[in-house]
Structures are given as structure tokens and as C-alpha cells.
């Protein structure tokens, strides 16, 4: 069975840097096909997708992210990992990895249950 467990600060200052981490069990993040997205959703607006890492390392972010978006990968410990840089209070929200067969996408077939991100000083 397929599992993604997030993990990560739950309260983070403005201007920091903002480290979260995606468990993922039950298949590899290097199988054929898949993509390993972060999304998230701030207090009363819509799922947004940040971006997501292939399962052969490409690496995508959505453009009004980009320049403070890193995501990356652990294949070892079969682990993807987001952050994000000179956060504000903006980017509070509720934080989802999941799974899918795109980019650019909302969608996917698994998703873990999320982690609550707070930025404030």
C-alpha cells in the first residue's frame, strides 16, 4: 500500500526558510511514470500546486514560486523534500505531497494527510 507521510515545522519565521519532508512508502520514487508533488492550500483559497520531481530527479515548480522553490529527493531513503526560502505570511497553509502521472497538477492518486504550516514571528 501506498503511503506519503509529511513532516516539518509546524511554526516558521518570516524570511526563513521553510524544510519539509515527504515519507514515502510503498513503492520506490524512482518507479517509471510518476510524480512526486508538493501542493498546498492557504486558509479559504484553492489547492496550488508548488511543483513536483520525476522519478527520474527533473525537478518542475510553478513560475511564482520558482525562484525560492527547491525540491529534491533522498532515493536511499525513499524521501522527497521541499523548501522554501524567505517565506512569509502568505505561505501559511496546509501542506500536501502526493503522487501523480503529471506536472502541473492538483491531482493525483495518493496524497498524504498534510501538515500545517505557520509563518509568523
Known amino acids: 500500500q501506498v503511503q506519503l507521510q509529511e513532516s516539518g515545522p509546524g511554526l516558521v519565521k518570516p524570511s526563513q526558510t521553510l524544510s519539509l519532508t515527504c515519507a514515502v512508502s510503498?513503492?520506490?520514487?524512482?518507479?517509471?511514470?510518476?510524480?512526486w508533488s508538493w501542493i498546498r492550500q492557504p486558509p479559504g483559497k484553492e489547492l496550488e500546486w508548488i511543483g513536483s520531481?520525476?522519478?527520474?530527479?527533473?525537478?518542475y515548480t510553478i513560475p511564482s514560486l520558482a525562484s525560492r522553490t527547491s525540491i529534491a529527493r533522498e532515493t536511499s531513503k525513499n524521501l522527497v523534500t521541499l523548501q522554501l526560502r524567505s517565506v512569509t505570511p502568505e505561505d501559511t497553509g496546509v501542506y500536501y505531497c502526493?503522487?501523480?502521472?503529471?506536472?502541473?497538477?492538483?491531482?493525483?492518486?495518493?496524497r498524504g494527510q498534510g501538515t500545517q504550516v505557520t509563518v509568523s514571528s
Open positions: 510503498g513503492v520506490s520514487i524512482t518507479t517509471a511514470n510518476y510524480y
Open positions: 520531481i520525476a522519478y527520474n530527479g527533473n525537478t
Open positions: 502526493a503522487r501523480a502521472e503529471t506536472i502541473s497538477t492538483i491531482e493525483g492518486d495518493y
